[in-house]
């Protein structure tokens, strides 16, 4: 349905639109005749046309002002459709002013319409491109109406994965975990309880910090992730191993904040530490021409239980990649016989 | 009179939390560790061999979870739960756990949880048969089938399984060429296990569909499955109307 017809109020507001330029054609046509009869004629005339000239709506939405549609071709149909439509104007002007003789013969109103019935059928055409023209620009308003909406939930889209990410960033479990060793080895290691306490706020107040941040260097992330396996392997001691490879070329990177640190835990929480012997986590990083590859690899239970599989994690960071680089971020998750490797590719930034 | 005293095993895959439990026990006279274990697979085993009393049982542990090793070694001892979720409480005490500690706690805390193990132990009480495995069933599907080898422990992720055999009170259980027994009937299983996967084709076999490879009319109304790997198996009249249904 058109936009106008739908909406009763739009619609009362388009007629009284009309007016003016009923009252102006019938101003125009009163010197030959008299007030009355201009007035009969063109009063009920113009509220048709308002109908009319609706249906430039359509014709703008069939035949959109964009780069890949031939202006030429739009003039052509625009010039068609106008004269169509005045034409039909006309005739209707015309039965309805014979109509009027019939009915009031001392008005002539018949002999009125036409006397002026070429000059009519111009201003129709012309009004009915007038009203091409106000749809057109309806529909750019729309259009830029429809874009801006979809910028605004685009960017709460983002905000929110963001902050989603950051709240799921320190794992409780994590904390107690760590408190628990806190508690074990203020007994029997009071240094080593202290030297844990503070590990854990420098971890905590970092993780805070660098969140808090639009983007970080790869360094910095790795600093971070460095002090998480570090209060890990209080916990877990020898069963965590950990090995890394990364250039000074990739390090130098901006990433955002805390996109790979949840790798590094999901290697520990969902890979190593659900091994007996435990195993060696494989942190790597490199920087290729425009792109910035780094990849975790660390060993896993194959026969693991489905819901202890990292899923919402890595749903989690897919999903900021995406909203973050669009097409240019990859995330690629693989997992054989035992061992899980997750790889982020994104495109290599570096400080101004 | 070590016969008084409360047999308990420590069950924690971290050495710290271990070492937790051993200092505050320490205070308990009553109470002696017979045996500490890091994982699942040997916590069965020992607990198997040793039957103590009480098991001090974390719940997150590599290869088995501690409701695992609770299904495998049967309702005749007394738990507590020591963990760092508090999401498995309620699962704790529909398999009758006697307390859930959550980590970090103190050694009051402890004692309270001990109080509560030694008026169980005194009663007597033992859990009723089936109770245990009924804890483990409100959360199917199954994902892994849990074997119990005298002391050895055998996970079979459902997935790996080929097809399930009923041999009386047992089931066998095929998977890869190899076969293993587990104490359990065929239509206990068949309950616990994801309906749109494993059906049961005939009294006593439960196929995964996954492993159909066809269907062949043998004699009469009588079909045969035909798996990936060659093996046939027989399909009843109402085990075909079940694979007809699943296939559609």
Same mark, same amino acid.
């Given at each position: 349905m058109?936009?106008?017809?739908s909406d ?10 009309w ?23 063109f ?14 709506g ?15 071709r ?19 002007? $015309? ?7 019939l ?16 000059? *009519? ?7 009915f ?16 109406q ?18 989603k990410?950051?709240r ?13 060793s806190?508690?074990a ?10 030297r ?35 209060i ?7 069963r965590?191993?950990?090995t ?7 390090t ?13 835990e999901?290697?520990v929480?969902?890979g190593?530490s ?6 060696t ?8 021409g ?5 990849k ?28 973050q680089?669009?097409a240019?971020?990859?995330v ?21 | ?11 924690d895959?971290e ?17 002696e560790?017979?045996?500490e274990?890091g994982n ?8 198997t061999?040793m ?14 979870d ?12 007394t738990?507590i ?5 508090? $999401? ?6 529909e ?13 009051e ?13 005194a ?5 009723p ?6 804890g483990?069933?409100?959360h ?40 293993f027994l587990?104490?359990?009937t065929?239509?206990e299983?068949?309950?616990l296990?994801?309906k749109?996967v494993?059906?049961r ?13 066809? *269907?062949?009319?043998?004699v ?7 798996l ?12 075909y109307?079940?694979l ?5």
């Amino acid at each position: 349905m058109h936009p106008i017809l739908s909406d009763r109020r739009r619609l009362g507001l388009y007629l009284l639109g009309w007016l003016p330029i009923g009252l102006l054609l019938t101003a125009g046509l009163s010197e030959r005749t008299s007030w009355p009869a201009a007035a009969a004629v063109f009063l009920p005339l113009s509220i048709v046309f308002a109908f009319i000239s609706l249906n430039a709506g359509y014709l703008c939405r069939v035949f959109p002002i964009d780069a890949r549609a031939g202006i030429l071709r739009t003039a052509f149909v625009h010039v068609v459709a106008a004269a169509m439509a005045s034409a039909i104007w006309i005739g209707i002007g $015309q039965a309805w002013a014979g109509a009027l003789d019939l009915l009031a013969p001392g008005l002539q109103a018949g002999a009125a319409f036409a006397e002026r019935r070429l000059l *009519i059928f111009v201003v129709g055409a012309l009004l009915f491109w007038l009203a091409s023209i106000l749809h057109y620009l309806l529909i750019a308003f729309e259009a830029s109406q429809q874009a801006e909406r979809r910028a605004i939930e685009l960017s709460l889209l983002t905000r929110d994965a963001e902050l989603k990410a950051l709240r799921a960033q320190i794992d409780p479990h994590f904390l107690f975990n760590s408190l628990h060793s806190i508690s074990a080895l203020t007994t029997v290691d009071p240094a080593a309880a202290r030297r844990m306490c503070l590990l854990l706020a420098e971890f905590l107040r970092e993780t805070l910090r660098l969140g808090a941040n639009n983007r970080i260097s790869l360094a910095d992330e790795f600093a971070l992730a460095d002090r998480f396996l570090e209060i890990e392997r209080v916990r877990l001691g020898s069963r965590l191993q950990v090995t890394r490879e990364t250039d000074p070329q990739a390090t130098a990177c901006l990433v955002p904040p805390l996109l790979i640190q949840p790798l590094v835990e999901n290697a520990v929480v969902h890979g190593v530490s659900q091994l007996v012997e435990g195993g060696t986590i494989r942190i790597a990083a490199s920087r290729g021409g425009p792109t910035l590859t780094i990849k975790v690899e660390n060993p896993c239970d194959p026969d693991r239980p489905r819901r202890q599989r990292a899923g919402l994690g890595l749903d989690l960071l897919k999903k900021r990649v995406v909203t973050q680089f669009g097409a240019e971020g990859t995330v690629l998750i693989e997992e054989d016989a035992g061992r899980f490797c997750v790889e982020v590719r994104i495109p290599a930034e570096v400080a101004a | 009179m070590s016969n008084t005293r409360i047999q308990t095993v420590i069950v924690d895959d971290e050495a710290l939390a271990r070492g937790v439990l051993h200092e505050f026990l320490a205070a308990h006279v009553d109470v002696e560790i017979v045996a500490e274990c890091g994982n699942g697979f040997e916590a069965v085993k020992v607990v198997t061999e040793m039957r103590p009393d009480l098991l001090l049982l974390d719940i997150q542990m590599p290869k088995l979870d501690g409701f695992e090793v609770l299904e495998l070694i049967g309702g005749d001892v007394t738990v507590i739960f020591v963990t760092a979720y508090d $999401q498995y409480a309620i699962r704790a005490f529909e398999v009758h756990a006697v307390d859930y500690l959550l980590k970090p706690f103190s050694a009051e805390r402890l004692a309270e949880a001990l109080d509560r193990a030694r008026a169980r132990i005194a009663a007597k009480e033992k859990v009723p048969e089936g109770l245990v495995s009924a804890g483990r069933a409100r959360h199917t599907p199954l994902e892994r089938i849990l074997i119990r080898d005298r002391a050895d422990v055998h996970v079979i992720p459902v997935d790996k399984i080929d097809y399930l055999e009923s041999q009386d009170d047992y089931v066998s259980v095929k998977t890869a060429g190899k076969t293993f027994l587990k104490e359990q009937t065929l239509a206990e299983l068949e309950m616990l296990l994801d309906k749109d996967v494993f059906v049961r084709i005939h009294r006593r076999y439960i196929l995964n569909i996954a492993r159909l490879s066809k *269907i062949e009319l043998a004699v009469k109304d009588n079909r045969i499955a035909i798996l990936a790997d060659g093996t046939k198996l027989p399909i009843s009249r109402s085990g075909y109307a079940r694979l007809k249904e699943l296939l559609k």
